[in-house]
């Protein structure tokens, strides 16, 4: 399952910016979808999930109320709209498709597919 992402870019604080990570393949709406960063140097995090019907939802602490994490399947596209920007959101953005664990743990699963990744900087 090829992955990619798109969207990103140099923006301002407190500006908006919306990603896109899209498949061609047909088995990509029966995943759920990770949206997670990376800053060289630093640990990969998970911003956002999506299961693959969109009934459940994560968002990590530090983009919660600012990024909204959505998915078009008959488009084969999950979408990331990240709003009022800071400059720590800064990091290559990333997608990337896998099973979920049954129950409240279902985003901490690790990835079968990933994008190359888009850059997003922030500046102050």
């Known amino acids: 399952v090829k992955l990619e992402e798109s969207g990103g870019g140099l923006v301002e604080t407190g500006d908006s910016l919306t990603l896109s990570c899209t498949s061609s393949?047909?088995?990509?709406?029966?995943?759920?979808v990770d949206w997670f960063r990376q800053v060289a140097g630093k640990e990969r995090e998970r911003v956002a999930a999506i299961s693959w019907n969109s009934a459940k939802i994560y968002y990590a602490d530090s983009v919660k109320g600012r990024f909204t994490v959505s998915r078009d399947n008959g488009k084969s596209t999950v979408f990331l709209q990240m709003t009022n920007l800071k400059p720590e959101d800064t990091a290559e953005y990333y997608c990337a498709a896998f099973i979920p664990n049954p129950g409240d743990s279902w985003y901490e699963k690790e990835y079968d597919y990933r994008g190359q990744g888009t850059q997003v900087t922030v500046s102050s």
């Open positions: 393949h047909r088995a990509f709406k029966a995943y759920a």
